[in-house]
């Protein structure tokens, strides 16, 4: 038996307003609600809301055959409450089914592990609660950050009660070997590490509109027909890709929506073929190997490492500002401002910043709201350098507190004891 896992990468993050050098110190609010509100609305109705209702009629018509699987993040989640109500009510719907599988991250869609596993753990606990909350759910399977992965994260993922945890199946780490079986985490006893096919996934993510592909177009049938030619040499096939690449990434003109409505009737032609959501997998079958992998990598770009964000000095800087503010937020203990602070956490911040070209360049472009890194890195740091004083200036009454209750003690003391003098008769 073959399983195939689809899992879908539900997030979209919050763009920031155009935040000057004299805007410090004058303003506080950082989001720009009308971009934000447009381009959810925009990859809702292109995207999130047909794309979610397809897999609800293909989950119907194949009653405890057709599972998938989404990590949806907080910040997506918290638009959809502000801008789009019906589409979280749709994944309610499909949570509802019970052949979803809801797996948990960092609520921000942070880079916390590289830099706080404090704030990691706080995040990973505060999107725990909320996929509770809101789909009844309690996740057994973890997906970091864009697959951000070695075996340190291994390591305490498993000690957060985890079973499953998702990675990239980058050439660099397998070797010879095959993303197509389970494996376990050096370090590990119970955790079960589930790699992605990259090749397979990105002939849908990436290459299915490319006209100069040399195997466009791709129907149902001819890409089931791949999936079935590694029988004999795959215990699952893993399906990792973005939410948006139905619809927005690859557009329904291109066939995207017929393309996933027929694939599940031509993978399942094969007796051999099911379909299984990654707590299933890890049930199911068991590790071939220990996989090794003591670097980071990741899902994004050819490089497969941390480049994307941690690829320049802009980034770099950017990351170490923001992230020298966690002592301060703790501190201070206000929810709103922590919340400020985590929301500038979010990976896509960083992801504006990149000076990579080429084919990787042409990534980093979409739905980036600047002209270049370089105004990226200045718009946030505008941003950071505020929320710094502002945190600053807060702590500073949070000091002086104890000093003005201390002085105003004393005088409370000396009143009451001239007012007794005075009333026994005593001279001042």
């Not at 809702?44 to 057709?66: V, W």
């Not at 190997?289 to 320049?312: K, Q, Y």
């Not at 203990?333 to 956490?345: E, F, I």
Request: some cysteine.
């Amino acid at each position: 038996m073959v399983a195939i896992c689809f899992y879908f990468q539900v997030h979209q993050p919050k763009r920031l307003r155009k935040y000057t050098y004299f805007d410090i110190g004058r303003s506080h609010y950082y989001e720009d609600d009308t971009a934000n509100r447009e381009i959810f609305l925009k990859v809702a109705n292109k995207c999130y809301l047909p794309a979610s209702c397809l897999l609800l009629d293909l989950i119907r018509r194949y009653p405890g055959t057709f599972k998938i699987a989404f990590s949806v993040t907080g910040v997506f989640i918290e638009q959809c409450k502000l801008y789009s109500p019906e589409t979280l009510d749709v994944f309610k719907r499909l949570a509802a089914t019970g052949q979803v599988e809801f797996l948990n991250e960092t609520y921000y869609h942070s880079l916390s592990f590289l830099f706080s596993q404090e704030e990691f753990k706080k995040q990973v606990e505060k999107h725990r609660n909320l996929i509770r909350e809101e789909f009844n759910y309690d996740a057994t399977t973890f997906r970091n950050t864009e697959l951000i992965y070695n075996n340190e994260l291994a390591k305490v993922v498993e000690s957060l009660g985890y079973k499953t945890i998702l990675a990239e199946g980058a050439d660099k780490v397998l070797g010879w070997r095959s993303p197509n079986y389970v494996y376990q985490p050096v370090g590990c006893s119970k955790l079960k590490l589930l790699l992605r096919n990259y090749r397979l996934t990105d002939d849908i993510a990436f290459r299915f509109s490319e006209k100069s592909w040399s195997e466009y177009p791709v129907y149902a049938d001819k890409y089931a027909y791949w999936l079935h030619s590694l029988h004999g040499q795959a215990d699952l096939i893993n399906l990792f890709m973005d939410f948006e690449t139905f619809g927005e990434h690859q557009w329904q003109e291109f066939g995207i929506f017929d393309f996933l409505n027929n694939l599940p009737e031509y993978v399942l032609r094969h007796p051999e073929y099911t379909f299984m959501t990654p707590s299933e997998v890890s049930q199911k079958l068991q590790p071939v190997a220990a996989l090794d992998v003591p670097n980071f990598m990741s899902w994004a770009d050819v490089d497969r490492d941390l480049t994307a964000w941690r690829g320049n000095h802009l980034q770099e800087d950017a990351l170490a500002s923001i992230y020298n503010l966690r002592d301060t937020v703790y501190d201070l203990k206000n929810d709103d401002l922590l919340n400020v602070w985590r929301s500038l956490l979010t990976s896509d911040h960083f992801y504006y910043m990149c000076t990579k070209y080429a084919a990787d360049g042409d990534v980093h472009k979409y739905f980036n709201p600047y002209r270049n890194p370089y105004e990226a890195y200045i718009n946030y740091q505008n941003i950071v350098s505020d929320l710094a004083a502002e945190l600053s200036l807060r702590k500073q009454e949070l000091i002086s507190q104890p000093e003005i209750q201390k002085s105003n003690g004393f005088l409370t003391d000396i009143l009451r004891f001239l007012g007794r003098k005075a009333k026994n008769g005593g001279g001042t």
